[in-house]
């Protein structure tokens, strides 16, 4: 298949994903690429239809992950962007420039949430400077959420804080993940609770039993 084919969806409501592992030394080769995989799994265990995921390794360079997204966007049509690594202060990290240089709005609430949840794990949290964007084109729009680049904060970002029975202490950004791709028009997402309880408001939930 030509990388410039859009994406097919297999069923009207399967999600359509790109992932964005952004790391000068996993890209050169220095040390192996944790974070699609980790990205890759957490999204198979926690979506109850597994999405269609495209993924790509790259440095921390602006412009390239800039073309990156917007190709995933608008060349093979993704609903969903996550990204990891890059979001810190150090010089080379420019993951959060390059995703507000694609996006047509910022959705702030899901830096807050991420940053609230990573201070319950590390101090430094506070040095990440994740942001998240919808990028709209005429007839599509996609969610596009940068992640931290430590393997094991994706799953902590992604699915919140909970005790060992598994009551929620903070939620996970993801749970407002499917709400926000029915509001911009994307397939009707549905997640395993015990994972991460996906949050809509009553009216929007599906009435017909169609999972
Ligand atoms: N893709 C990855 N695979 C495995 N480990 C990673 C990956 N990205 C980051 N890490 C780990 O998380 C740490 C913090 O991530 P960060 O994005 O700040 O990387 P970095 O120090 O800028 O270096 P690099 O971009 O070369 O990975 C890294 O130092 C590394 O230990
Ligand atoms: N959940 C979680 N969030 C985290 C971390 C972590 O280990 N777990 N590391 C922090 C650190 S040390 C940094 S510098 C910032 C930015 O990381 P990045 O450059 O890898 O994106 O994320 C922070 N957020």
């Not at 390059?98 to 830096?111: D, I, K, N, W």
Request: proline fraction near 8%; aromatic fraction near 4%; include cysteine.
């Amino acid at each position: 298949m030509s990388v410039f084919q859009p994406l097919v969806r297999e069923h009207p409501d399967q999600l359509l994903v790109g992932l964005v592992s952004i790391s000068d030394r996993a890209a050169s080769g220095t040390y192996e690429d944790q974070g699609i995989p980790a990205l890759q799994s957490w999204l198979t265990g926690a979506l109850t239809r597994p999405p269609q995921c495209v993924s790509r390794l790259i440095p921390d360079d602006v412009g390239q992950i800039s073309a990156t997204l917007i190709h995933l966007v608008d060349r093979l049509g993704c609903d969903l962007i996550l990204t990891t690594g890059g979001t810190g202060p150090a010089r080379r990290d420019v993951t959060p420039e390059a995703t507000l240089a694609v996006g047509s709005r910022e959705m702030p609430g899901f830096g807050e949430q991420m940053r609230q949840i990573s201070l319950q794990f590390v101090p430094t949290a506070i040095l990440s400077r994740q942001v998240a964007v919808i990028r709209e084109k005429p007839g599509h729009a996609a969610l596009i959420i940068n992640l931290p680049g430590q393997p094991r904060a994706i799953q902590e970002t992604l699915e919140g804080l909970k005790e060992a029975d598994g009551k929620v202490l903070t939620p996970g950004i993801f749970a407002a993940v499917p709400y926000c791709i029915d509001l911009i028009g994307g397939p009707y997402v549905e997640t395993h609770d015990h994972i991460v309880k996906a949050f809509r408001p009553k009216s929007a939930i599906r009435g017909d039993g169609v999972k």
